[in-house]
Antibody, heavy 124, light 109 residues
Framework: QVQLVQSAAEVKKSGASVKVSCRPS????????LHWVRQAPGQGLEWMGI????????VYAQTFQGRVTMTRDTSTSTFYMELSSLTSEDTAVYFC?????????????????WGQGTLVTVSS | DTQMTQSPSSLSASVGDTVTITCRAS??????LAWYQQKPGKVPKLLIY???TVQAGVSSRFSGSGSGTDFSLTISSLQPDDVATYYC???????????FGAGTKVEMK
């Protein structure tokens, strides 16, 4: 059973940055795309972007371009999502989720395993 | 981004009812549509992918259909445990990327 273990909750000030980590429990680190999704309180799911673990290439949702950076550390098999210039509207639970196997044509998903979520609270 | 339009936004039904949720994509996404169930305070759970393939371990009361731009999720013999919000999602890798529908909240009468 694959598990994605995320870092603990964070409280940040407006204008700051936050970096959330996600570590798969098994060797699927290099075999599957990794996505980030966020959910503001009482709201729906919002896709933020994807990272290819084999080369580190990324695609970000237009909403977050210029403000989000997704990386991976192959030595620790850990993924990271950093969001900068935080405002109160960034208060949300941030999820990582496993997508399609790398190399599968035409698709990046679906998302079969999800992290437990990391609450990021932005205060002024 | 691809627009995924779900309807209704909420519904209320009785135990044993059959309910259907629809999802429309702003462009042709082929069969690359997934449905997720999210219970309050919980992580989303994959129910269906490739429009109609039920994920392993998911009840056969859940079924999906459609292709191209129009899709639906049907829950037969509704149970109290089905109370949740359901989201559709396109997952093809063409531009402009993945997106989720706004969600449908299912409640019991």
């Amino acid at each position: 059973q694959v598990q994605l273990v995320q870092s603990a909750a964070e409280v940040k000030k407006s204008g700051a940055s936050v970096k959330v980590s996600c570590r798969p429990s098994e060797s699927s680190f290099t075999s599957h795309y990794l996505h980030w999704v966020r959910q503001a309180p009482g709201q729906g799911l919002e896709w933020m972007g994807i990272i290819n673990p084999t080369g580190g290439s990324t695609v970000y949702a237009q909403t977050f371009q210029g403000r989000v950076t997704m990386t991976r550390d192959t030595s620790t098999s850990t993924f990271y999502m950093e969001l900068s210039s935080l405002t109160s509207e960034d208060t949300a639970v941030y999820f990582c989720a496993r997508g399609a196997r790398v190399g599968v044509r035409y698709v990046w998903g679906p998302f079969d395993y999800w992290g437990q979520g990391t609450l990021v609270t932005v205060s002024s | 981004d691809t627009q995924m339009t779900q309807s209704p936004s909420s519904l209320s039904a009785s135990v044993g009812d059959t309910v259907t949720i629809t999802c429309r994509a702003s462009h042709d996404i082929g069969p690359y549509l997934a449905w997720y169930q999210q219970k309050p305070g919980k992580v989303p759970k994959l129910l269906i992918y490739a429009a109609s393939t039920v994920q392993a371990g998911v009840s056969s009361r859940f079924s999906g259909s459609g292709s191209g731009t129009d899709f639906s999720l049907t829950i037969s013999s509704l149970q109290p445990d089905d109370v949740a919000t359901y989201y559709c999602q396109n997952y093809d890798n063409g531009p402009p990327g993945l997106s989720f529908g706004a969600g449908t909240k299912v409640e019991m009468k």
